[in-house]
């Protein structure tokens, strides 16, 4: 493991590291965000079932909005995401049917699932639709009360929603699923291996580092010992963190490590991956060439883990050998 801060580890990673101003006082003042939602420099990143609105330029930018172009757009939920380059930007939840609102859109944009768009975004730009994204699907999940099944209603600038019943009034504040990814590597005299596995449903050839959700009363460095072991069998020890990463798909945060395998046997939880295999750096990059296996998108952490392994050996780098949309 190298020495950098893990801040700017983490900020490597594709959709985090946004420099935007969260603009956090300004959530409880009203006044100041309804002059916010009607001021014209206002910008607002429209979401439209969970998919983003991104300009067929290269690179691809997020379509902004001003507040009088959402008007006829049928908006729901608007969400201050913060201030950005000076202006107060929001989310807004576009409740219209795809055919109006295609028709209704600037031309030249089109609807897509924020992780195939990819590299063709800037990262700040990802990690702002990314943060967009992550809030309105909140918003879509908790329209009722937990408690008591009213209405909610929008509160701190989208930030909270509280109960309508008089008798209840339970607040409800977003929500993250932590979730671990892990690069195991098996050493072998002074080389090494790394466990990489597929699920079944993925696209064909893709394999990938081992991931789960942390459970109720586990530590991350719990979670890791089990998932490796309860999906391939393998033991490991030697847990550090490496960075993490928003991962709103729908609403995790991935965090990562790496670990060392004690076994090299391998046996499948057979609902969980359909293939585990250790691979070499000779193996991965012979594989690739040969078109026989595809690594994780550019855009995943997933990626960056196997990317730091298979650099630090100090040959050829990762980069060198996968396309830009990745797997």
Known sequence: MDSMDHHARSSR???????????????????????????????LVPIWRMHSVVCRSQPATPLLLAPDQVDALSPGSMVLLGMLGGSACFAVDIELEESALLERLPSGVELCELPDAGVRLDPQDGALLAYARALIHWHRRHRHCGDCGARNALRHGGHMLECENPACRARTFPRTDPAIIVL???????????????????????????????????????????????????????????????????????????????????????????????????GIVRELREGRIELPRRVSIAYRLVEDWFDSAGGARLADLVSDAGG
């Open 13 to 43: 990673n594709y959709f985090a590291g946004l420099r935007l101003d969260r603009a956090h006082p300004r959530r409880f003042d009203r006044e100041w965000l309804e002059c916010r939602r009607l001021d014209p420099d206002t910008r």
């Open 184 to 282: 195991v590597e098996l050493m072998d005299g002074t080389d090494s291996r790394c466990l990489l596995g597929r699920s079944p449903g993925w696209p064909p050839r893709m394999y990938s580092t081992l991931a789960g959700f942390v459970e109720p009363g586990e530590s991350l460095e719990d979670a890791v010992v089990r998932e490796i072991h309860e999906e391939s069998g393998v033991r490991v020890t030697d847990v550090h963190y490496h960075s993490s990463q928003p991962w709103p798909f729908p609403a995790s945060l991935m965090m990562g490590f790496r670990a060392r395998a004690l076994n090299s046997a391998i046996d499948l939880d057979v609902h969980e991956l359909e293939d585990a295999r250790w691979f070499t750096r000779e």
